[in-house]
């Protein structure tokens, strides 16, 4: 009986170390912590991420499958994008757990492929091989129920410290709205532009007023300049709008 005890403890330790080492091997970055680093070969070289990139912001892409139709029309849509992404000086990476091989393959096929009345265009920003799925782990980008071994769509907006300010994921079968993470970013980047950063609120588009945290000026502001107050305006008693 004491053997049956013993061995069935023993069972139990090795489960919750394994069950331990896959919850510390498949954690999700959350919003502020430092993006994790790696580096891994891609269509476009070797590249150590974040660090390649430097002062821009990055957006981390990964999708389950090369050669698939959603996975597909997402590669043309950011491809189509991409100069819009560079003017706001954001670097795409795309990660999927197939290899570089197949990567190459399906970018050739992309930049053949007439997508929405838009002609072909190169792709610039690089298609990471994770076929060993070191990167899904490090991103939380496999969900064990959906699948072990392909990542679910995954997008992780870094800003230029390298901190991670969005996390966002869509099941497999759900294509993204690039126009709504470009708005994310160019909203992230307005915020931040202030010196008091600027809140956005719900449908913020650019062009837009934004809220401000607390009442936006002082008695002695006004009397020093009574012009601040036309730049502001109020929204019930407690949302303050500065005028852009």
Not at 70 to 83: D, H, N, R, W
Not at 89 to 118: C, F, P, R
Not at 175 to 187: P, S, T
């Amino acid at each position: 009986m004491k053997i049956k005890y013993v061995l069935f403890s023993l069972l139990l330790f090795s489960y919750g170390s394994i069950g331990a080492q896959g919850i510390k091997h498949s954690y999700i970055p959350l919003i502020g912590d430092v993006a994790p680093v790696f580096t891994a070969e891609t269509t476009s070289g070797s590249i150590n991420f974040p660090g390649d990139y430097g002062r821009k912001w990055k957006i981390l892409f990964s999708h389950p499958r090369d050669f698939t139709p959603v996975c597909s029309s997402e590669l043309l849509t950011l491809a189509q994008m991409q100069g819009e992404f560079e003017k706001l000086n954001v670097q795409i990476v795309v990660v999927s757990t197939d290899e570089l091989k197949t990567h190459n393959l399906w970018k050739k096929e992309m930049e053949a492929t007439v997508y929405k009345g838009k002609q072909p265009v190169i792709i610039n920003f690089p298609l990471v091989d994770d076929h060993k799925w070191d990167i899904a782990k490090q991103y939380g980008m496999l969900h064990q129920i959906i699948s072990g071994t392909r990542d679910v769509r995954g997008v992780f907006i870094i800003n230029p410290d390298n901190k991670v300010e969005v996390v966002l994921f869509y099941p497999m079968n759900l294509g993204r709205n690039m126009d709504e993470i470009k708005r994310v970013v160019v909203a992230l980047q307005t915020a931040g532009s202030s010196k008091d950063r600027y809140l956005m609120p719900a449908n913020w588009r650019v062009g837009d007023d934004v809220l401000v945290s607390k009442f936006p000026y002082t008695e002695k502001e006004l009397k020093d300049n009574p012009d601040i107050k036309s730049a502001y305006y109020n929204v019930g008693s407690f949302m303050y709008f500065k005028k852009l």
